[in-house]
């Protein structure tokens, strides 16, 4: 089944304790992209990758990593996670050419 | 950047009657426009889209109009049954520009389909 494969799915942590969140898409998409998800700001953009070592800062990258090391897998990676990145996040990936993204099931971080 | 707004937040109608979100957007180099529906506990799914060389794209029950000059587009969804109940986004984004990637979202519809 094609699909975008996030883990966890829930994930409680403390302040500052480093914490990677994984993405694996088995489509051979291009195109990956994180997006957190909050009450009455919607979905925003915190990364983007167009291809293997090229990533780029989406909207609100601050606080966040990301690398491509494969075209599968894009990882989510918070070094020092705080508080205001308690959040819903979701990968993506579309194939190029094509505008459409199809979301993963989404991660609950909650960092207390 | 690119701005979106989505309206109405809430949208109650009666089962089997139509319902019509609405959305602008600011960037008119923007030329690709999809609607997600996003259920609870689930990502969002696409469910149409649009690119801005067509005036409008039918899917049975679902349906996209897009005018570029007043830079807004409006998702249809007519003879509403329960399960439309969800939250519907709309997007947009450039594709094939050359420059940044990835959606720009409204704020998004919560969609209630009264029995």
């Known amino acids: 089944e094609a699909q975008v494969t996030q883990n966890p799915r829930y994930l409680i942590t403390v302040t500052g304790k480093k914490l990677t969140v994984t993405c694996s898409q088995n489509?051979?998409?291009?195109?990956m992209s994180w997006y957190r998800q909050d009450p009455g700001l919607g979905l925003r953009q915190i990364y983007y990758?167009?291809?293997?070592?090229?990533?780029d800062k989406g909207d609100v990258p601050e606080g966040y990593k990301v690398s491509r090391k494969e075209k599968r897998n894009f990882p989510l990676i918070l070094e020092s996670p705080s508080p205001n990145q308690t959040s819903l996040y979701f990968c993506?990936?579309?194939?190029?050419?094509?505008?459409?993204?199809?979301f993963g099931s989404g991660t609950r971080l909650t960092v207390v | 950047g690119e701005n979106v707004e989505q309206h109405p937040s809430t949208l109650s109608v009666q089962e089997g009657d139509s319902a019509v979100i609405k959305c602008t957007y600011s960037?008119?180099?923007?030329?690709?426009f999809p609607w997600y529906k996003q259920e609870l506990g689930k990502g969002p799914q696409l469910i149409i889209d649009?690119?801005?060389?067509?005036g409008e794209k039918k899917d049975q029950r679902i349906a996209v109009t897009l005018n570029k000059t007043a830079k807004h587009f409006s998702l249809h969804i007519t003879e509403t049954q329960p399960e439309d109940s969800a939250v519907y986004f709309c997007?947009?984004?450039?594709?094939?520009?050359?420059?940044?990637?990835?959606?720009?979202f409204g704020k998004g519809t919560h969609l209630i389909i009264q029995p």
């Open positions: 489509m051979n998409h291009e195109y």
């Open positions: 649009i690119r801005s060389n067509v």
């Open positions: 997007a947009a984004s450039i594709i094939g520009g050359g420059g940044a990637d990835g959606l720009t």
């Open positions: 993506a990936s579309r194939p190029g050419g094509s505008g459409g993204y199809t």
């Open positions: 990758s167009m291809n293997v070592e090229v990533t």
């Open positions: 960037d008119s180099a923007s030329n690709y």
